[in-house]
């Protein structure tokens, strides 16, 4: 079992009109990540809104801000029991095969243009041998290709502009590597998170985004962008791409700070508490 503590702090200036957040902070309960505590702190008096999708865990929160100051603050203890799979086992499923719930995630989406991939896919990774493997050559073919380049994107950069810019951020990795499996038929859907800040080459712990690959029967864990460690990963929110799952969906005039984020992986050898790490397991927080 994983142990990480968290905390989240976001500081905003709402106009004079105020404002309506849609905030995705809360750690997803699932039956392999488990919040053991949780605190929420708000500066203004507000109440707001929590609701967890069946399906996914996800937790969103809704809340309507007044003018002035704003501070949201958000902290958790959470416990992640990975399942592990040897990654040979795992094949891919036929579409004919695969669950109602998953099928949306073979479809294109706003940031993962599938469709316009599709040639360049097969060309690439077509002839490979059907399974984990060639889901891993893709995550391969990213990261070797795309160069992790601080503020090289925006709100509006898509996959198929990463694979011509061959630059971006974690977010950008995801997207080209889900249009990528997609255009394969593999269903793949974006997820975000935090990550632990395991390498301090790499800065302090951040929101970060990554992939989540239907094999077998279950989404597996997959880290194109290869800033972080996977078993390290507190999931916030899965969706089809980052439109679905942002941090913060902010309606009205606001001017924003920069997130803060402090993650912790705690051990404790003697309750089979261990400190994240790589491995050559697949893995999954998707269900027990």
Known sequence: ??????????????????????????AAQTPCQTVTHERLVISQPIE????????TGNRTMRLRAEPGP?????????????HMADPATLAEVPVRDLPPEVMGYIYPSRYCQSDRLVKFAINEFGSL??????????????????TFTSNSSNGNTSAVDTLIEQVGVCRDFAHLMIALCRAVNIPARFATGTDYGA???LGPPDFHAY????????????????????????????????????????FGAVTSQAPLIHAVAR???????VLPHRCAQALSTDRG
């Not at 949201?72 to 029991?81: E, G, N, P």
């Open 1 to 26: 079992m994983v142990r990480i503590e968290m905390q989240v702090g976001l500081s905003y200036e709402v106009g004079e009109h105020g404002a309506d957040f849609v905030l995705n902070l809360h």
């Open 211 to 250: 992939v989540e690959v239907y094999l077998g029967d279950r989404w597996y864990i997959f880290d194109p962008s290869g800033t972080a460690v996977p078993m390290g990963f507190v999931r916030f929110g899965t969706g089809r791409d980052a439109a679905d799952v942002a941090f913060a969906t902010i």
């Open 199 to 201: 390498d301090p080459a």
């Open 267 to 273: 051990e404790d050898t003697a309750k089979g508490i």
């Open 70 to 82: 704003l501070t949201v603050q958000y902290s958790a203890v959470v416990d992640m029991r990975h």
């Open 129 to 146: 041998w059907q399974g984990h493997s060639r889901v891993q050559a893709i995550q391969d073919w990213v990261q070797k290709r795309v």
């Open 48 to 55: 707001p809104r929590v609701h967890t999708d069946p399906a």
